[in-house]
């Protein structure tokens, strides 16, 4: 195999009971799905492919001696790679050299994928007994029954390092500010500020619609706080946009004595469930709420829907917006009808994305009376409202 074929110093060390304190545990996935534990109870902890082993995998690949859990400070793990042939993966990244693991990291030995816990937090998982040997998959793709970064998402649910920015909305001619746009981000020093991430994170885990209402209400309070009166627009993840949950959690807003003009963005892909779509409609009305379709032009809504239920908002996509002095007069001519009629519905048309004065003035001409874009203002942070 490697290096590993030889018992290092480490790997041939007696074990010892684990120190006093935090008792930790890898998190397996068995071959018919269920997650198992397998406690660290003594150190030196040895994973491989040797019948020997404190953890003995038996995989295509598998080194004899693969990795070893040592005892490093203030009661954290060590773990270091054997110099096995397929390596070992800290959080998707291959060890070049020891680290101390946390609460979490997701630890791969070759293709063998483990979450690490602290005993305690094991409710619904099998602890394994005296036989210690489990079934390892094979394939050259490390395996992704696990998350990086889990515990730092939940956190961010749960308000550390929620963030935002706002971006202006304006008149199309006067140029006066209309509106605000909520945008969520995250300082959380583990975890990506960018939303596009966050969400992919989320994703994996099944939260997204968490990590919505999360951006959401914290920046409905903020901007509340900060600029009070302000109309202000809100995303929505599709997920949520007919969860009672969510118009549970809007009818809540208005008792905290929250002075906003709240406006919900609702994606287009929502306008094709018509009934639906009314039912939501009517409720927001009630809670005197007014809403927007969003990306309007990306997918496949056609104006009969529309139609059906009218929104106060149309927000044209970017990709509809882009360029549009430079593109082709029959372009030009299909956005202007598409204006026209939207404006016939009722709802006042919104061109987003809007980078250039040019694209600003042919938006003006088309008859767009709201502009959103770098060329009226880029996301500030929600602190910036404090000067204004």
């Excluded at 305690?120 to 696990?146: K, N, Q, W, Y």
């Excluded at 999360?214 to 946009?241: K, M, W, Y």
Aim: glycine share 10%.
């Amino acid at each position: 195999m490697g290096a590993n074929e030889a018992m290092g110093p480490a790997a041939g060390a007696a074990p010892s009971p684990a120190p006093p304190g935090r008792r930790w545990f890898l998190e397996g996935v068995a071959a018919d799905g269920s997650h198992t534990v397998h406690e660290i109870a003594v150190l030196p902890y040895r994973i491989g492919r040797d019948a020997g082993n404190e953890l003995a995998l038996q995989a295509p690949g598998m080194s004899r001696q693969h990795a070893v859990l040592t005892a490093g400070d203030d009661g954290r793990l060590l773990l270091t790679d054997l110099g096995s042939t397929n390596g070992s993966y800290v959080n998707r990244v291959r060890l070049a050299a020891a680290r101390v693991l946390e609460e979490n990291d997701v630890v791969h030995f070759g293709n063998a994928e483990f979450r690490l816990g602290l005993l305690g937090e094991t409710t619904g998982l099998t602890t394994s007994g005296g036989d210690r040997t489990m079934i390892a998959p094979a394939g050259a793709v490390l395996s992704g029954h696990f998350v990086p970064h889990e515990k730092q998402l939940r956190e961010l649910l749960s308000g550390t390092g929620l963030g935002g920015a706002v971006q202006p909305i304006v008149r199309a001619r006067g140029g006066e500010l209309f509106a605000l746009e909520l945008l969520g981000r995250s300082s959380h020093p583990e975890l990506p500020a960018s939303p596009v991430h966050l969400f992919a994170l989320a994703a994996r885990m099944g939260r997204e619609a968490e990590l919505s209402t999360a951006f959401r209400e914290h920046g409905v309070r903020t901007v509340a706080r900060l600029a009070p009166g302000s109309t202000l627009f809100v995303n929505t993840h599709p997920q949520e946009t007919f969860d009672p949950a969510f118009l549970e959690a809007l009818s809540k807003l208005p008792h905290e004595g929250l002075d906003v003009d709240l406006v919900i963005e609702v994606h287009e892909t929502a306008v094709m469930e018509v009934e639906r779509m009314r039912e939501l409609a009517a409720r927001l009305a009630e809670l005197k709420i007014r809403f927007a379709y969003d990306d309007f032009g990306a997918g496949q809504a056609r104006l009969n829907e529309l139609a059906e239920v009218p929104a106060h908002f149309v927000k044209f996509d970017f990709g509809l917006v882009h360029g549009l002095n430079e593109a082709s007069v029959a372009k030009q001519k299909l956005v202007a009808d598409l204006v026209r009629m939207v404006k016939e519905l009722g709802s006042m048309a919104l061109a987003e994305g809007v980078e250039t004065e040019a694209e600003a003035e042919v938006c003006r001409q088309m008859g767009f009376d709201l502009l959103q874009g770098y060329l009226t203002g880029r996301p500030q942070p929600l602190d910036s409202l404090k000067t204004k």
